[in-house]
């Protein structure tokens, strides 16, 4: 197992957390721990789609970019970081406390960070 | 249908079905459905209008998929409680029969579906009531003075045989005060007090019927002046009071705004309904990008909530060299909010989902 599948892994294990993924900015997985219910490819093409819709329209507006994006829905909630090249995504159920969790995932989001700047 | 025919257009229906999933839009859900009415499978086909609907609820081909799979279930239903009343006839059946077919536009079969069910049940007031409410509604349609002649006379015969009827005394109050004969709405709304005296609403409505001049009792002559002039004597309750109760609410989310506004760190905030926005803070006009981000990530977000099926997107906060894009929505209403970092993000969610649930809580008392 990689590095990066490494703490992918670790961070799915934190409770609340339903999956987690690394999505490359042109939409492929990198590494991922998803929920049975999940398929990857499904979250890679959302989570593409949503976060390359917001920054064009933050670009557009002349806002820059979006760093991390967290949503909340009725039945989950998830989180967005960008790294360099790639989106960390963690899905969570609807019960999850995001204050508590955010602590974990920027960890590992700065740790991704890294080790995908040294691969 | 033999069995290749049928593998034939199973095939069919997965490449629909998985079209739909990766390339949405209202023609792949609209080519998905009409193969589901084809195959006679409407429940399928209303599942995928209203799924198409949630991503592009604008879309008239899908609310004509919608109209069409629901008429196709009604249809349906109507086939299923005819089987059912041709072997064990009953009022409760024909009055759910009766209503289908008055949804359908079907007035031919709903003519003979009540003629059965008063010759079959000659003491229930039922087939009147509905018969009544058939005719009243192509009367508010058109204003034209037979229907409302057949109207009133059918909702009278319902309540001469049940004095009870409370629906049926309403619709006739209501339908009399409407062309202009309020001395006699009054008598059968006050009958209806004697049922219902804690009803607010029948209060409100007593209220409001009382303080309209009185046109006589002619009927006939009432509803041939209401035909020829092309407008009813008197307007509804609502229609008499929306103005206020509106701006009263709009009063109420712009004060709700400000208050955001004036939370430390906030620098814009937005109520936005469909096309109009009621702004707040340092926003120059109706092209201010902030107000463009807050529409497109709020259709994002519902999209990929939809797609990952976890139910509907209320609430994101967008981070960026920009501070923070705190986004609160319900359907087709939105409120929004740009502040610096380290604002009380806990706090602004809390008050744009007070803002959007207010406004729909208003919206719905206001229609």
């Known amino acids: ?119 | 249908m033999h069995l290749i025919q049928r593998m034939k257009i199973w095939k069919e229906l997965r490449r629909l079905e998985q079209r739909a999933r990766e390339e949405p839009s209202p023609t792949t859900f609209v080519d998905l459905g009409q193969v589901y009415i084809n195959l006679e499978m409407n429940d399928k086909a209303q599942r995928v209008a209203e799924d198409g609907l949630a991503l592009f609820p604008k879309s008239v081909e899908l609310r004509k998929l919608l109209d069409c799979a629901r008429r196709g279930l009604r249809k349906q239903r109507a086939v299923e409680l005819r089987t059912k009343l041709t072997r064990s006839p009953n009022p409760k059946l024909y009055r759910e029969l009766a209503q289908l077919q008055i949804d359908l536009g079907d007035m031919t079969a709903l003519h003979a579906t009540c003629q059965e069910w008063s010759v079959r049940f000659p003491d229930d007031a039922g087939a009147w009531l509905v018969l009544g409410q058939a005719r009243l509604l192509n009367f508010y349609r058109d204003l034209a003075a037979r229907e409302g002649q057949e109207a009133v006379r059918c909702l009278e015969r319902a309540v001469q045989m049940d004095g009870e009827d409370v629906q049926a005394r309403r619709l006739l109050g209501e339908v009399l005060y409407r062309i202009g004969a309020v001395s006699t709405a009054l008598d059968h709304l006050q009958a209806l007090q004697a049922h219902e005296e804690q009803d607010p609403e029948l209060q409100a409505l007593l209220r409001h019927v009382s303080s309209l001049p009185d046109h006589g009792s002619d009927v006939d002559s009432l509803l041939d002046e209401v035909e020829e002039h092309g407008c009813l004597a008197h307007p509804s309750m609502t229609a008499a009071q929306p103005r206020a109760s509106q701006d009263e609410s709009l009063g109420r989310i712009r004060d709700s705004l400000a208050q955001v506004a004036e939370i430390p760190g906030v620098r814009k905030a937005a109520y936005i309904k469909g096309s109009r926005a009621l702004v707040k803070g340092a926003i120059r006009d109706g092209k201010d990008p902030f107000l463009r981000v807050v529409r497109v990530v709020a259709k994002a977000t519902h999209r990929f909530a939809r797609r990952m099926d976890i139910g509907s997107a209320s609430k994101s906060v967008v981070d960026g060299p920009f501070g923070h894009i705190c986004i609160c929505v319900y359907g087709e209403v939105l409120a929004g909010v740009q502040c610096d970092n380290g604002t009380d993000l806990e706090l602004v969610l809390a008050e744009l989902q007070e803002i959007v649930a207010g406004s729909l809580y208003s919206g719905t008392h206001d229609a």
């Open chain 1, 1 to 119: 197992m990689s590095k990066i599948q490494e703490m992918v892994v670790e961070l799915r294990s934190t409770p609340g957390i339903k999956g987690v993924a690394l999505i490359t900015s042109d939409g492929l997985v990198a590494a991922e721990s998803l929920d049975e219910r999940y398929r990857s490819e499904v979250v890679a093409g959302l989570t593409s789609y949503l976060l390359m819709t917001t920054n064009r329209s933050l670009r557009e507006g002349g806002l820059g970019q979006c760093t991390q994006f967290v949503l909340h829905a009725t039945h989950g909630k998830a989180v967005f970081t960008t790294l360099d090249d790639s989106y960390l995504v963690v899905l969570f159920d609807q019960f999850a406390d995001l204050t508590a969790a955010r602590r974990e995932v920027q960890g590992i989001a700065s740790r991704l960070r890294r080790a995908t700047r040294l691969a």
